[in-house]
């Protein structure tokens, strides 16, 4: 079985523009959330989605949003980008969306210039 | 918000135990202590978790004293393949699948 997917693996972007970074969860998990990992410290929740509804959001700007198609993938957009986005952004698919463990993908490596 | 702390480092010799401790003093009566490991540049893999009970798989152990304030991980016969970063997480049982991270324990196993 596929594990998470994500979508591309490495991107290089200039301060100002937009992107959207995919996710596929493993088959048949309904929830998928999404983490910043900048170098040197640990991954911070930044949303959940659980049967295309959010069900949780960190504490992140509005310049962060995404979004959860019927087939349970999910896209993170980022706008305006600061060279501070620039991080390793994980994608976790669950099975439910509470008290389950969560299953990580290799990420989206974002850098900003 | 990270409620754990955990040692920055440690060194394991290969083949021995590994005992990473975690310290959970305000953990509350519903919330489970969840174990995720990084290798450098992958995603976090989980581990194990567990709520008052120790736990035991096929990757590890979990031990939690009885006033569930702390808590740790053994990895029984550590390998150089164990050489990653450990994360201990509290969280809410009937909450989202929302972990809160902190910097995590950096284990190197060494030959």
């Known amino acids: 079985d596929a594990g998470v997917t994500q979508s591309p693996t490495h991107l290089i972007k200039t301060r100002g523009q937009q992107v959207t970074l995919r996710c596929s969860p493993i088959?048949?998990?309904?929830?998928v959330s999404w983490y910043q990992q900048v170098l040197g410290q640990g991954p911070q929740f930044i949303f959940q989605?659980?049967?295309?509804?959010?069900?949780g959001r960190g504490n992140f700007p509005d310049r962060f949003s995404a979004r959860q198609f019927p087939n349970y993938s999910s896209e993170l957009n980022v706008n305006a980008l600061l060279l501070g986005d620039s991080a390793l952004y994980l994608c976790?698919?669950?099975?439910?969306?509470?008290?389950?463990?969560?299953?990580f993908g290799q990420g989206t490596r974002l850098t900003v210039v | 918000d990270a409620k754990t702390t955990q040692p920055p480092s440690m060194d394991c010799a290969e083949g021995r135990a590994a005992n990473l401790p975690c310290n959970h003093s305000?953990?509350?009566?519903?919330?489970?202590v969840y174990w995720y490991r990084q290798i450098h540049s992958q995603g976090p893999q989980y581990i194990i978790h567990?709520?008052?009970n120790n736990e035991t798989n096929e990757m590890a152990s979990l031990i939690i004293t009885e006033d569930r304030k702390s808590s740790t991980l053994i990895l029984p016969h550590a390998t150089l393949r164990d050489t990653a970063v450990y994360y201990c997480?509290?969280?809410?049982?009937?909450?989202?699948?929302?972990?809160?991270f902190g910097t995590g324990t950096s284990l190197t196993v060494i030959p």
């Open positions: 567990g709520l008052k």
């Open positions: 989605y659980y049967e295309k509804e959010e069900r």
């Open positions: 997480i509290v969280r809410v049982a009937l909450g989202g699948n929302q972990f809160y």
């Open positions: 976790a698919s669950s099975l439910g969306w509470q008290n389950t463990e969560a299953f």
């Open positions: 088959s048949g998990h309904k929830s």
């Open positions: 305000t953990i509350s009566g519903n919330e489970y």
